[in-house]
């Protein structure tokens, strides 16, 4: 029997909702999914022939430690996504890269450690948020009304203060109409997309708790939205389909669809809105765990 280990926090270590449907379609393919947290010293994951990186979303208050973490349950397991995907996905530079290949992004302006930048300097106009390079589930993420220019830099100050790169970006508008689409990609495949209503309000403040709730509903992705998703995908440095991704969008103010985030780490796939989506990628897990099996046995032979 497959023992497949479904990492997840010390918040949630009986597993988000959503990830109980990928476990119980696991267990009908019979396999063993139990739920491990992934900063627990005792857990021995060479035990497991896979780890699944689902709800690791106290990542971010240690990120060096979860991707020497991915790194070590890679040398003795099979890890999902590799490696590599979760050490660029989970500092949002990679928006640079994104931009860079063409791709449209929300216009964002990177404050660094040690720069000089005040938001006068970066030309804010507008409402905007504010938020950490490297975050999860909104937490620190603060939307500024316009010309509240003092108390956001108070908090770029903050944020810089503890060593962390700074976001500023303008807020979009059609999140509190339109709403933010979600494109959820299954074996490199897409698979469906759900709306997220706005999460954050003028000077809310930030995120207490591991994450923003969120306002979920099923969505039909435009053409427009498909083909923006699928070229932020083709940026990803992978040599392989991805088990799993998230692509999310706004549209700015002349309806063009804008990445706002790419999740590809430890992204929530909204199963119960996608129909057999868990019992798919249960198939798909289960699918790559056998090769990687056929591919070590055939090396040791050889």
Known sequence: MLRIAIATCAELPQLY??????AQ???????????????????DWS????????????????????????????????????????EWSTDKHYLVDLEAAGVAITPTTFVEPGTELTLWQAGISGEFVVKPAISAGSRDAIRFAAGDLSTAQRHVDFLIGQGRSVMVQPYLHAVDSVG???????????????RKGAMLTVSGGAVAGLFAEEQIEERTASAAEREVGDRALSVVPSNEPLLYARVDLIPDATGVPLVSELELSEPSLFFEQGGDAAERMARSVISRVEKSHLRAESGVRS
Request: net charge negative; glycine share 4%.
């Open 17 to 22: 909702p959503d990830d109980l449907l990928l």
């Open 25 to 43: 379609a696991l267990q009908d393919l019979g396999a063993q999914a139990p739920p491990m947290v992934w900063t627990d010293e005792s857990v």
């Open 47 to 86: 035990s497991f022939d896979a780890v699944l990186v689902r709800s690791t979303w106290d990542y971010s208050l240690n990120r060096d430690g979860f991707l020497a973490w991915i790194r070590a349950v890679d040398s003795v397991s099979l890890i999902m996504n590799p490696p590599g995907v979760h």
């Open 180 to 194: 933010e689409t979600a494109l959820i990609y299954l074996d490199g495949d897409y698979s469906h997309a759900i």
